[in-house]
């Protein structure tokens, strides 16, 4: 995108960075991304009288289902796909430019979690090799790759060797971050036989029908309660996008400078709502400048009074995705 670098992107440190950047690229994308050109042409959207991101029309994340959301006349490097289940009509998230990704992923986990090279990072999680097409396990595969650590990687499915691991990684006061799905972080706290004193343990959501559904609060409690740790992590991402926002306990989220949370009505989505208020989720991700950086999500949250957000779950008749947990406390 012409004179906008990415490095202005992620060196956002103020509300006027983000507001300025915001609108440039929305003035951007409003003229070289087809479908949200049409979308705002339907809307009657006044290009030059959005002059604020709170004015932003956000286009519906179903889009990304039917149509190729793409910026400009850039070849597709990598495309990533929702999970969901057999049959399912999956999003289709087409990346003109892998290493905008791994500069977002990587600058928002060392905001938040420092160096990977810190951990031994311990994936339950498919490996790569398996599930290349999934936005989480790239990342994951890629944090893995820069711990720099032997121990590192995927155990999905290896419950045994896992405890194994974790039992020495302990013993030595390695700091480990073990980030999974939710039923197998569960089935391994079960099978857990001692406290884990040196590991974050980070859910990124989804049963896949393998467990009851919990809630979020009933996850973390019985996970904290298994495993001997403080507090539960969580990420928070969709393969529509390229940035994450985490989790360090009760389920409040920060999102990175470069992306921002708002919350629209439920009955009017054009009517963004204050901080406290429960609706749906839109998310700016100005990392997304190949794509469309202004999404209307299906999920339900708030924000509160410290800016960091919640989830209250979903939409009724939502698809439901394999990277968030769906029920609403």
Partial sequence: MHNLSIDKIFSIKTPEQFNEIALRIFAFQAQNNPVYKEYLFHLGTEISSVDSYLKIPFLPIEFFKTHKIITGNNN???????SGTTGMQRSNHHICDLSIYEQSFLKAFEQQYGKPDDYCILALLPTYLENES?????MVNKLINES???NSGFYLN????????LQELEAGNQKILLIGVSYALIDLVEALPFKLKHTTIMETGGMKGKRKELTKNELHEFLALNSGVDSIHSEYGMSELL???YSKSDGKFLTPPWMKVLIRDAYDPFCILPNGKSGGINI??????????FIETKDLGRIN???SFEILGRFDHSDIRGCNLLVAQ
């Fill in 76 to 82: 597709i490097e990598k495309t990533f796909f929702s």
């Fill in 243 to 245: 940035s994450q926002a």
């Fill in 158 to 165: 290896n419950t045994e060797d896992l405890i194994t691991k």
């Fill in 305 to 307: 009074p410290d800016n």
């Fill in 284 to 293: 700016i991700d100005l990392a997304n400048i190949h794509s469309c950086s």
């Fill in 134 to 138: 999934s936005s989480l396990v790239y």
């Fill in 148 to 150: 720099k650590n032997s």
